[in-house]
Structure formats: structure tokens, C-alpha cells
């Protein structure tokens, strides 16, 4: 689907003149506020190393909260820890613990759970979104597509949407899994068959848009990043079918690339390398793009294609590499350039692997709660160090300063870096 030259030029037109305004948590260091982190892209912004060990002398335990299950990953602010649960199989809940020493501040529940059917019903019917805030309010996806907006300093409600009553769509069948996107004012969230608009104040819905048939074969299990292509602002949807471009002030859908994967599992978040665009799904194949506008508008022209499927992993890419994990339990890198194998290795690694980068260090944390510690390198996998921080931590590990927090599917721990006073990031 593509939309007309002329709309797509003064869609280009406005967004250049007007600049928009930064995501919350790209102004605000040592913090990790969304999925993913500052950016979405799974990279932390810190001119410090990181430790070479992970030994209890450089990565110390601070403490530990036992907790109902939850895949959602941890949010860190200044001075706090923030992590959901689902409790009984009956609600959900998200509690707030004082970031230095694990002490509750505050918890706020309401009725939300269900059952999840075939093979990821195996793993739990737990709530899976990670919240987002913006350092006053907290919003919170549930499992049966409610988006809860809550006062960060004491838990207050401010408003909840409930996209399967107010948009009359079916509930997600595997569970809401998408993590909310800020950006000024505004929260956006694929939900309700669709990806959705909503004032982050009031919760009033301003459009939804690129809808689809929900249920079994719809709703979202990837999560939306915003994206600057051509010197606009997009936000890139991946859906079960498609992967879209989005206005963020109309809703237009600037141009929808089919995406082949086994009963739409496209759970990967896609990146953006300048106008190229990556991303790899279970049951196809890992792909890249490159957007190009000609007569009909904008569009994206696949530079080159390879057989590794991707699953939940999103990667991080550094100097053009691109390091995922795949379906195969693999740990990859790619060129981006023409996406051939530059080393590929298996060390019994879990089903699923979150990663984070700094500089050219990556913090990678598998589905067996086995933290690994390596350098970017295109040479081959360069190990620096690992260990046994917990068991089943499906939820994406969270770094901001020297807090380290992991979410196991039942607990939340919280660890400090030691790191180095004079080091760089150069290895």
C-alpha cells in the first residue's frame, strides 16, 4: 500500500520544519524508561566501560524480590525499580521499589489475565508488555489489551483504555504483547486490531490505524520504534502480516511490505540503519530493506535476503554489524551491507536472548538466566566473561548507570557494576 507523492512530499515538508519532540527518556541518562531503552534500540548512552567481569566483585547483588510470574522487562528511573506480575491467574499488578534498596514504595492490581493457546501456552499466560514511562506517568499494558496510565509517584490512576470494549475488537488470542511507545504527548501501542493513538493525558484515542482481522490471526506480537527516514519521522509497525511505515500526526499508512512468518510470528522490533531497515521473524527468513520514494511515494526495495530466522530477539547493531540470536538458539553477526555471515556460534544458549550494547560491549542475557559479556567484533564472538544470574528470564534485562536489573519469571534482582574509573570503550 502506498499513499500519493504529493500527500507524502507535505507530510516530509511539516516534519522537517517542525521539529518533534525527543522521547522522554532520550534526555534523561542512567535511566531505562521503555522497552528496550532510551532509544528502542536495545544501546545505552555512556562514554564509561563497562566491567570485564561479571564476578561478584565487578557485578554485585544489591537485592532481590521475590514476585508472581511476568515476561515484561524492568524499567529503571533515578531513583526506582518497576516490574509487573500476574497474580493467581486472576489480576495483574505493577509494583515500584526504590532503586538503592529494594524497599516497596508502592503497587497498584486490577482483574486481567487469560489463557494463551498452543504451543505458547507452554511458557505461561503471564502479562508480557514492558510499561513506559516519561518520569510522571507510568503506563502499563495488560494481557487483555488494557493500557493503564498511572501517577509515577504514588500509583493514583489517572485513566484506562480498554481497546477490545471501546474499539469493539477481539481479545489478542496469545495475549497483549506490545510495549508502549511515547513521544510528546501522545502514547502509541499496537492494540485493538490495529496500532492506536492516544492522548497520554486523558487517554482519549486519536486514531487507530493499519487495522487487521485480531484474534487468533491478528493483533501484535512486535512492539512499534520511531523512526527518521528521508529527514521525516515514521514509526515502523510490525504486524503479524506486514511490516508498515506510519505518519505520527495522521495515522496515513506511508507504505505496508508483506513479511512472511510461520502463523505471523513477526515478534522481532525492526531496526533502522539511516533509510535501511532490518528485521528477521520465525518462519521466514531475515531481511534487508532499503526505503525509496518514486512517483507512487514511499516504499521499501529489499537489498538482500538470507535464510536465519529470528524469533524474540532483537538485535543491536554496532559499525554496521548486525548481532541477533535466531530461532536455531544461535548467536549471529551479519554485514549489513550484504548480509553475509561474518561468525555464527552455538554455546547451548536459551530459546530467547536480550541484548544491550555499550560502545562496543554487549550485555547479553539468554532464556536460561545465563548473562554473557562480549565484545563487538566482526572476527568472531569474542567472550569475555559469563555467569548464573537466575532461570527463565524471558524478560529483556534493563541497564542504566551501574543498576543492572533481571526480571526472572519470578523474581526481580537488582545488581551494581563496579565499573572501571578510567577506562574507554575502544577494545
Known amino acids: 500500500m502506498t499513499v500519493p507523492m504529493k500527500t507524502l512530499s507535505l507530510f516530509l515538508l511539516i516534519l522537517v520544519a517542525t521539529r518533534p519532540a525527543l522521547l522522554p527518556a532520550e534526555s534523561r541518562a542512567g535511566e531505562w524508561l521503555q522497552w528496550r531503552g532510551p532509544n528502542r534500540d536495545g544501546r545505552v548512552p555512556s562514554s564509561a566501560s563497562w566491567p570485564t567481569r561479571l564476578d561478584e566483585a565487578h557485578l554485585k547483588l544489591e537485592w532481590r524480590q521475590p514476585l508472581g510470574p511476568s515476561y515484561s522487562g524492568p524499567l529503571i528511573t533515578t531513583d526506582r525499580v518497576i516490574t509487573t506480575e500476574t497474580i493467581g491467574e486472576r489480576s495483574e499488578r505493577v509494583s515500584v521499589y526504590d532503586r538503592s534498596n529494594g524497599k516497596l514504595l508502592w503497587e497498584r492490581s486490577w482483574p486481567g489475565a487469560m489463557k494463551v493457546p498452543f504451543f505458547a501456552a507452554k511458557n505461561g499466560s503471564w502479562i508480557r508488555s514492558t ?25 493514583s490512576e489517572v485513566w484506562r483504555y480498554d481497546f477490545s470494549t471501546e474499539l469493539d475488537a477481539p481479545l489478542p488470542a496469545f495475549g497483549a504483547a506490545c510495549s508502549p511507545l511515547l513521544d510528546g504527548n501522545h502514547v502509541y501501542v499496537q492494540a485493538g486490531s490495529g496500532f492506536c493513538k492516544l492522548d497520554k493525558r486523558s487517554g482519549a484515542l486519536i486514531w487507530r490505524t493499519a487495522q487487521d482481522q485480531g484474534g487468533m490471526f491478528g493483533s501484535a506480537f512486535s512492539s512499534p520504534v520511531k523512526a527518521r527516514i528521508h529527514g521525516a519521522d515514521l514509526f515502523l509497525v510490525q504486524a503479524r502480516e506486514a511490516l508498515h511505515g506510519i505518519n505520527p500526526e495522521t495515522g496515513d499508512v506511508l507504505f505496508s511490505h508483506p513479511i512472511k512468518a510461520f502463523r505471523g510470528m513477526n515478534i522481532q522490533t525492526p531496526v533502522t540503519l539511516g533509510d535501511r531497515i532490518f528485521t528477521s521473524s520465525y518462519g521466514g527468513r531475515s531481511q534487508m530493506f532499503r526505503a525509496v520514494t518514486d512517483a507512487s511515494g514511499l516504499r521499501l526495495e529489499e537489498i538482500w535476503n538470507v535464510k536465519h530466522q529470528g524469533y524474540m530477539t532483537s538485535p543491536v547493531v554496532i559499525d554496521d554489524v548486525i548481532y541477533n540470536h535466531l530461532r536455531n538458539k544461535r548467536l549471529i553477526a551479519l554485514n549489513a551491507k550484504d548480509g553475509v555471515d561474518l561468525w555464527n556460534v552455538s554455546n547451548h544458549f536459551g530459546e530467547y536472548m536480550s541484548l544491550v550494547a555499550n560502545g562496543r560491549q554487549i550485555l547479553a542475557l539468554d532464556q ?4 554473557f559479556l562480549f565484545n563487538a567484533s566482526p572476527d568472531g564472538f569474542r567472550k569475555v566473561d559469563s555467569r548464573k544470574v537466575g532461570d527463565n528470564t524471558w524478560a529483556h534485562v534493563a541497564v542504566a548507570g551501574e543498576t543492572v536489573a533481571i526480571r526472572e519469571l519470578d523474581a526481580l534482582t537488582v545488581y551494581r557494576w563496579s565499573a572501571p574509573k578510567s577506562a574507554s570503550n575502544a577494545h
Not at 510499561?131 to 500509583?155: N, W
Not at 536460561?368 to 548473562?371: A, C, S
Open 368 to 371: 536460561q538466566g545465563e548473562l
Open 131 to 155: 510499561p513506559a514511562t516519561d518520569g510522571e506517568l507510568l503506563f502499563v499494558m495488560g494481557i487483555r489489551d488494557l493500557l493503564v496510565a498511572l501517577k509515577l509517584e504514588d500509583g
